[in-house]
């Protein structure tokens, strides 16, 4: 079992930053990848970054170059940096765990971005 919290999110303009993190805890040594997706309203799921074990990491084409993952073993924590905001952004925010049997899902953190 792998237990995922987020936090971080909020209400931004246009143009500003935020970062969210995501606390892992539970069966850990089972993780190979960890990634954040976001979903708006009326669409579906949809992948934003992802980091693996070795430290790979991809992203999807909307964020390139405005969004960066990372990861700090120490704290169990993965966090995603989001510059540059644009109102398509807003969305509710999930941390993902990958496991061999499975994926683990956090509750969600908002994201609004908004003048």
């Known amino acids: 079992q792998v237990q995922l919290v987020e936090s971080g999110g909020g209400l931004v303009q246009p143009g500003g930053s935020l970062r969210l993190s995501c606390v892992s805890s539970g069966s850990l040594f089972s993780i190979y990848a960890m990634g954040w997706y976001r979903q708006a309203p009326g669409k579906q799921r949809e992948l934003v970054a992802v980091?693996?074990?070795?430290?790979?990491?991809n992203y999807a084409d909307s964020v390139k170059g405005r969004f960066t993952i990372s990861r700090d073993n120490a704290k169990n924590t993965v966090y995603l940096q989001m510059n540059s905001l644009k109102p398509e952004d807003t969305a509710v925010y999930y941390c993902?765990?990958?496991?061999?049997?499975?994926?683990?899902w956090g509750q969600g953190t908002q994201v609004t971005v908004s003048s």
């Open positions: 993902n765990a990958r496991v061999v049997a499975g994926v683990y």
């Open positions: 980091i693996t074990s070795g430290g790979s990491t």
